[in-house]
């Protein structure tokens, strides 16, 4: 196979151009197809779906550890994906991969996650893509499981294409290859944080707060992403873009919210 039949894999990640898991993952997609590295420019962590409108953007070359070059930019992770898909890629992009992430993105981390927010515009894009992160916040990780898993998975999206308005979500335990118990398909847990403010009081007297607090971990409901880490399975959640509460919609339509008539005000010319 030639390179200009290879597909286009655009990588990019919430960590920065510079984060380990980046280049493991981009090391490990070059068995796969054409990677382009379109990445932040500095850590972007929990930027959720944010997108830059009101300043320029700008994209720099960079030389990855293996010679080979990427572009980081000052934009968002979404941003990354827009520049990456319409710009900095000659021709279409076939995948967008986003990671691997340092730390989990599970349960309800999935609306702060700039990782996941990247494969989500992708999405929208219509691009088939997925979010791929290491399920533990030690100093000592191995990347190579979660890189090779994402290497399979990556050949896969590539031969399957999947429902429209639809991404995946991927978690990978932080422990060597024996220790994996296997590959489940889950669904969206629920994960809070307790504890969140921390108010502290500064040497003038005013008070000052950090946001943070204690992951639960009581009470996992077997068949979601936070079981299946926690039981050390690689976590594959499918993520639809419909936010829409199904279950309340009908329940909206009974309280008789849609008889509402609109009243103007003659004074305020509404
Ligand atoms: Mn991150």
Known sequence: MTDSDRPNILVTNDDGIHAEGLFA???????VGNVH??????????????ITLHKPLRVSKVRLPDGSHGYSTNGTPSDCISLGVMDVVDGKVGLVVSGINWGPNLGWDLTYSGTVSAAMEAAILGIPAFAVSVASYEEDISFDVTAGFAAYLAAMLLEHPLPPDTLINVNVPNQPA???????????????????????????????????????????????????IACDRISVTP???????????????????EEFQPAGSPQTGR
């Not at 590295?37 to 944010?50: C, E, G, L, M, N």
């Not at 994960?191 to 500064?202: E, N, Q």
Request: hydrophobic fraction near 30%; charge should be neutral.
């Open 25 to 31: 993952l981009k090391t490990s997609l070059d068995r």
């Open 37 to 50: 590295v379109v990445a932040p420019d500095r850590p972007r962590s929990a930027s959720s779906h944010s």
């Open 178 to 228: 024996d220790c994996i118990n296997g590959v489940e398909i889950t669904r969206q847990g629920r994960r809070r944080y307790f504890g969140k403010l921390d108010k502290r009081i500064d040497p003038m007297g005013r008070a000052y707060y950090w946001l943070g607090g204690d992951v639960q971990t009581e009470e996992l409901e077997e068949g979601t992403d936070v079981k299946a």
């Open 239 to 257: 993520v639809h873009l419909d936010l829409t509460g199904h279950v309340a919609f009908e329940e909206l339509r009974k309280w008789g919210i």
